[in-house]
């Protein structure tokens, strides 16, 4: 049968042994999970409960005194862009609105009228020239 489901419960004293035994030496983690069929999760926890914590591992992050400035340097730049942007795309929506205001009020597609007429007097220039 499967011990799928099979929620176990080890006792207070059952998890000191276990995490005496691997501050001792006597076993690691890996050994100690097979011999008492324990998940390495488990173990780790009660490492980090119940013992000294020398063998868990710990994450530290060393720095050149420079990064810590180019990091803040490089955020406050990415704030600027960001703000940057958003006036743009504040511009931008500005712009689009006052087209739609003066096509609503003269009755013309400013964007084809503009367009066409450009085109229509560049190519009658063109042929002027020619």
């Given at each position: ?63 050149m ?64 020239k020619?």
């Amino acid at each position: 049968m499967s011990n799928f489901g099979t929620q176990r419960r080890y006792s207070l004293a059952f998890q000191q042994k276990v995490v005496s035994e691997i501050e001792a030496g006597k076993f690691g983690v890996s050994q100690a999970k097979r011999i008492y069929d324990i998940s390495p999760q488990s173990i780790y926890d009660w490492l980090r409960k119940l013992g000294k914590g020398h063998l868990i591992e710990k994450r530290v992050h060393i720095e050149m005194k420079d990064e810590k400035d180019k990091l803040k340097d490089l955020q406050h730049q990415n704030q600027k862009l960001e703000s940057a942007l958003a006036q743009a795309h504040l511009r931008l929506l500005m712009y689009e609105c006052l087209v739609e205001s003066v096509e609503a009020h003269y009755q013309i597609d400013v964007k084809k009228t503009f367009g066409s007429s450009a085109s229509s007097t560049r190519s009658s220039k063109s042929k002027s020239k020619a």
